[in-house]
């Protein structure tokens, strides 16, 4: 186990709603990824957030925002969701100290959009 | 932009038998890669990194290889046991932040 958790596990909802996920990153660790990963695909980067800023995003539309708390949880936020949203949404966490460093992934909230 | 991918979406192989995983990368300034390993609603596990400035690295029952000049990367898992069925996929990064996931391969180890 990696230590970050995510919930819910499972979500239902219909186009046009709006999402929140959350993320618990590990203990330790001061970065946050998201990532969307569509069945039978490998994940896609959606944004980072580093000390509550947003550090880095992939190419995700603005319907997307994250936050980040002073705790180092963080929050996924998706706006009128499409039926293309349905995705497992996986957090990743990490210790910033000026490298490269491993993320460590949840288990991820899978997001069906009906 | 970027592009990692994987030569074999699916593989079979025998109980004990050595498994090989490639994965092609197409970012020549890519400088860190990780290979995952992802079972079935579950989120990717980390199995095993290398930087840029090695060409091997070994961990328990895995080793991976990078050949930076054709921008190869592979997973080689010794002994294959029945729990090591999964999809791997290789990750990259060359800005520290947002690492480039391929397609996957399954594994399937046949008892």
């Known amino acids: 186990e990696t230590g970050v958790t995510q919930s819910p596990t499972h979500l239902i909802k219909t186009r046009g709603q709006q999402v929140t996920l959350r993320c618990s990153s590990q203990?330790?660790?001061?970065?946050v990824s998201w990532y969307q990963q569509a069945l039978g695909q490998g994940p896609q980067f959606i944004f980072q957030?580093?000390?509550?800023?947003?550090?880095g995003r992939g190419n995700f539309p603005p319907r997307f925002s994250g936050l980040q708390f002073p705790n180092y949880s963080s929050e996924l936020n998706v706006n009128a969701l499409e039926l293309d949203d349905s995705a497992l949404y996986l957090c990743?966490?990490?210790?910033?100290?000026?490298?490269?460093?491993?993320?460590?992934f949840g288990p991820g909230t899978r997001l069906l959009v009906l | 932009g970027e592009s990692v991918g994987l030569h074999l979406p699916t593989l079979s192989v025998q109980e004990g038998d050595n498994s090989i995983i490639n994965c092609a990368y197409s970012?020549?300034?890519?400088?860190?890669f990780i290979w995952y390993k992802q079972e079935s609603g579950k989120g990717p596990q980390f199995i095993i990194d290398?930087?840029?400035?090695?060409d091997k690295r070994q961990g328990q029952r895995v080793t991976v290889l990078l050949n930076k000049t054709v921008k190869h990367l592979s997973l080689q898992i010794a002994a294959t046991q029945p729990g090591d069925s999964a999809v791997y996929f290789c990750?990259?990064?060359?800005?520290?932040?947002?690492?480039?996931f391929g397609t996957g391969t399954s594994l399937t180890v046949i008892p």
């Open positions: 970012n020549s300034a890519s400088d860190y």
């Open positions: 203990s330790g660790h001061n970065t």
């Open positions: 990743a966490s990490s210790l910033d100290i000026g490298g490269v460093e491993t993320q460590y």
């Open positions: 290398i930087r840029s400035n090695m």
């Open positions: 990750a990259e990064t060359n800005t520290g932040n947002q690492f480039y």
């Open positions: 957030y580093y000390r509550e800023e947003e550090n």
